[in-house]
C-alpha cells in the first residue's frame, strides 16, 4: 500500500515549511515591541438610592444536587456607605428562584425590624422581578415567600 498525494508541494515551502514562514513573517511575533497596559476605569453599575434613603441589593444561591443555598443582602446609604449586611445558608430548598426570593424576604423583614421606611431593594434575578411585578404569574410554592 502506498499513499500518493494529489497536490504538489513547492521545494521552498517543504524545506522551511510553510508555517514557519508564515509565523516568522508576522507583526504579532516580534519581540523589540511592548504593548503598554490600559488603564481603565472599571465601570460602575451600582446607582445610589437618594439621600436620607438606603438601597439594598440582595442575593441568593442554590445547588440542586444537595438542596442546599445561601442567601445575602448589603445595604448602604446614598453614600455608598455599608449600612448593614446579612449572609446565611439554607437548607432544603427547592430552587435558585426560592433563595432569591428568601434573600429578598429576610433583608425586608430585617430592616424593617430596624426602623426603615425609605428602601430601594434590588436583585439579579430577572424572575423574581417580574413575579412581583406581576409579569409572570407565581408558583404555589412562592406565594407565601412573597
Request: net charge negative; aromatic share 8%; proline share 5%.
Amino acid at each position: 500500500m502506498s499513499l500518493k498525494s494529489e497536490k504538489e508541494f513547492p521545494k521552498e515551502d517543504v524545506e522551511e515549511g510553510l508555517d514557519e514562514r508564515e509565523w516568522k513573517s508576522r507583526e504579532g511575533a516580534k519581540t523589540d515591541e511592548l504593548k503598554k497596559a490600559t488603564i481603565e476605569e472599571p465601570e460602575r453599575r451600582w446607582k445610589p438610592p437618594p439621600p436620607t434613603w438606603i438601597k439594598c441589593n440582595t442575593d441568593g444561591a442554590w445547588n440542586k444536587d444537595s438542596g442546599e443555598g445561601g442567601m445575602g443582602w448589603v445595604a448602604k446609604d446614598h453614600q455608598g456607605n455599608l449600612v448593614w449586611t446579612g449572609a446565611r445558608k439554607l437548607s432544603r430548598l427547592r430552587s435558585a428562584l426560592e433563595a432569591e426570593a428568601e434573600a429578598l424576604k429576610w433583608a425586608i423583614q430585617t430592616l424593617s425590624g430596624f426602623g426603615y421606611a425609605q428602601m430601594i431593594f434590588e436583585t439579579d434575578s430577572l424572575a423574581l422581578k417580574r413575579l412581583i411585578s406581576g409579569e409572570e404569574t407565581m408558583s404555589l410554592t412562592l406565594k407565601p415567600l412573597l
